[in-house]
């Protein structure tokens, strides 16, 4: 009887354990805010790419990793092997560009339609690349831009690219949005935040992405 009364008693605190885990925030709340920070980076860079201006007219559709043909499966293992895909799409002739990073150097490729490696992208590396940026430090436009089309938002994320161009996530209860801004804290666009991987090949959160404003 005492054997089961002590069974009892830890299943109970296991429970009481996992409800308490459940309850805390959820790191999607911040690592899901630099996720998409920098994947709509990585895409912004696939698409102004020299190479893909020149080959794929910068028109790309995002594309999970997971639905990639084997063959770029296949090439990336073996030429990039423990390397994540931050973005991949394909263009309107069906080629595809992949962006990647291994060991903190961004990669941008360009695939056929079959999947066989066609070259590198020129300029992806220096535009896909952010450096972080804190909240309190970012210019008073945006913040104020933010606060004033934003309201109940707050900055997770944000960094720039080597144009100095800021991206900056922000956040309510539901949603993660990806904003961009000049060098000077003029507002460009809110980004699509395209298909995000979460640090695990072939697996991660579906993006969230609001209505624009």
């Known amino acids: 009887m005492k054997k089961q009364l002590l069974l009892w008693m830890m299943a109970v605190a296991g429970l009481f354990v996992i409800s308490c885990q459940s309850q ?15 994947v709509s980076a990585a895409r912004t860079a696939a698409t102004t790419d020299t190479v893909t201006k020149q080959r ?18 296949t090439y990336l293992k073996t030429n990039y092997a423990g390397a994540l895909v931050k973005f991949a799409g394909t263009d309107p002739s069906g080629q595809y560009v992949v962006g990647i990073v291994l060991n903190n150097v961004h990669t941008g490729l360009l695939f056929d339609a079959s999947g066989n490696f066609v070259q590198l992208l020129k300029q992806y590396a220096k535009k896909a690349k952010l450096t ?3 909240a309190a ?10 606060s004033s089309n934003f309201s109940g938002y707050t ?23 990806v904003l961009v801004f000049a060098a000077d804290g003029t507002f460009t666009k809110e980004a699509d935040i395209p298909p995000i991987n979460g640090g695990r090949e072939g697996k991660g959160p579906k993006p969230r992405k609001g209505s624009g404003h």
């Open 155 to 177: 900055v997770k994320r944000a960094g720039t690219d080597a144009d100095g161009n800021y991206y900056v996530a922000i956040t309510n209860t539901t949603e993660i949005r």
């Open 56 to 73: 794929c007219k910068g028109q790309l559709t995002p594309v999970d990793s997971t639905a990639l043909p084997a063959a770029i499966i």
């Open 24 to 38: 805390e925030v959820s790191p999607s709340s911040t690592d899901g805010a630099l996720e998409a920070v920098q």
């Open 137 to 146: 430090s970012l210019p008073s436009a945006i913040t104020t831009y933010i």
């Open 132 to 134: 972080p940026v804190d």
